[in-house]
């Protein structure tokens, strides 16, 4: 499902470079969990063979390094597939950023110009996060996503259930208030910030191509908070919620139920 979006005004094959750099930050945020576990299974394994050789070689030959020998092989093999992946991404995002650069786009800043890379289902996980980080008292996260997408906590949205869907009118209007307090603060002078692996790791910021696995998981996310908050503030006992809310919240379940099986035969 390709949802609706704002043209990309700078290039066409801008909105590409940029789901490239999202791409490759998204697997850089599973290099580090995938290093932790190989380490893990070296040092096992290590461990392990050590222990079996006493037996028939003795602890001689390792002396009192014997406990040091698992360890060792686990930093070297873990630390080296991290240290390979870090390099490998240093260099994927290096080409982005030139050819972002060589377009007048700032690879650091990719909402600086407008939303025009983001699919709706991103926005609509975008503004669920920040109200969630309202909910918790994070001010300062909250405010990342101010400088960086405009949103304010007098947008009419609302979450937990959804008041606003993706391709619809309302995200549309949504969008272009967005995109009007970006272009104001870039016209006042203000530079949202600088953006980079950790905060795509933490947030997801950097815009990502819808594909079928990728919009699945992204309605999974932000009915995930919805849900969670429609349950913070009406409970779970039977007649709690309204029915308004009611209504919202069991529309959200059947249209994302609707979007599993219409995609299942291709995921």
Same mark, same amino acid.
């Given at each position: 499902?390709?949802?609706?979006?704002?043209?990309?005004?700078?290039?066409?094959?801008?909105?590409?470079?940029?789901?490239?750099?999202? $791409?490759?930050?998204?697997?850089?945020?599973?290099?580090? @969990?995938?290093?932790?576990?190989?380490?893990?299974?070296?040092?096992?394994?290590?461990?392990?063979?050590?222990?079996?050789?006493?037996?028939?070689?003795?602890?001689?030959?390792?002396?009192?390094?014997?406990?040091?020998?698992? !360890? &060792? /092989?686990?930093? !070297?093999?873990?630390?080296?597939?991290?240290?390979?992946?870090?390099?490998?991404? $240093?260099?994927?995002?290096? !080409?982005?950023? @030139?050819?972002?650069?060589?377009?007048?786009?700032?690879?650091?800043?990719?909402?600086?110009?407008?939303?025009?890379?983001?699919?709706?289902?991103?926005? !609509?996980?975008?503004?669920?996060?920040?109200?969630?980080?309202?909910?918790?008292?994070?001010?300062?996260?909250? @405010?990342?996503?101010? +400088?960086?997408?405009?949103?304010?906590?007098?947008?009419?949205?609302?979450?937990?259930?959804?008041?606003?869907?993706?391709?619809?009118?309302?995200?549309?209007?949504?969008?272009?208030?967005? +995109?009007?307090?970006?272009?104001?603060?870039?016209?006042?002078?203000?530079?949202?910030?600088?953006?980079?692996?950790? +905060?795509? /790791? &933490?947030?997801?910021?950097?815009? $990502?191509?819808?594909?079928?696995?990728?919009?699945?998981?992204?309605?999974?996310?932000?009915?995930?908070?919805?849900?969670?908050?429609?349950?913070?503030?009406?409970?779970?006992?039977?007649?709690?919620?309204?029915?308004?809310?009611?209504? $919202?919240?069991?529309?959200?379940? @059947?249209?994302?139920? /609707?979007?599993?099986?219409?995609?299942?035969?291709?995921?």
């Amino acid at each position: 499902m390709q949802e609706w979006r704002t043209p990309d005004a700078s290039s066409e094959e801008a909105p590409a470079l940029w789901y490239e750099l999202g $791409r490759a930050y998204a697997e850089a945020g599973g290099g580090g @969990r995938r290093a932790w576990k190989l380490g893990l299974t070296v040092v096992c394994v290590a461990g392990a063979l050590v222990l079996l050789s006493a037996p028939v070689f003795g602890t001689a030959w390792a002396g009192p390094f014997a406990s040091v020998i698992p !360890v &060792a /092989a686990g930093l !070297v093999c873990g630390g080296g597939m991290f240290l390979r992946g870090r390099l490998r991404l $240093r260099n994927r995002v290096s !080409v982005v950023r @030139r050819l972002l650069a060589g377009k007048g786009l700032d690879a650091s800043r990719p909402a600086r110009d407008g939303l025009g890379a983001y699919y709706d289902a991103q926005l !609509v996980l975008l503004r669920s996060e920040y109200a969630y980080l309202l909910s918790r008292g994070a001010r300062k996260s909250a @405010r990342l996503f101010e +400088e960086l997408f405009g949103f304010t906590p007098e947008d009419p949205f609302e979450v937990g259930p959804l008041s606003v869907l993706p391709d619809t009118e309302e995200l549309r209007a949504l969008r272009e208030r967005w +995109e009007g307090r970006i272009s104001s603060r870039k016209e006042h002078g203000a530079q949202p910030p600088a953006l980079g692996l950790r +905060e795509d /790791a &933490a947030y997801r910021v950097f815009p $990502r191509e819808m594909t079928v696995p990728a919009e699945l998981s992204t309605r999974r996310a932000y009915l995930e908070i919805s849900t969670r908050l429609l349950v913070e503030r009406y409970g779970r006992g039977p007649g709690s919620v309204p029915e308004e809310a009611r209504r $919202r919240a069991e529309r959200d379940r @059947r249209e994302y139920e /609707a979007l599993v099986r219409k995609s299942g035969p291709r995921l």
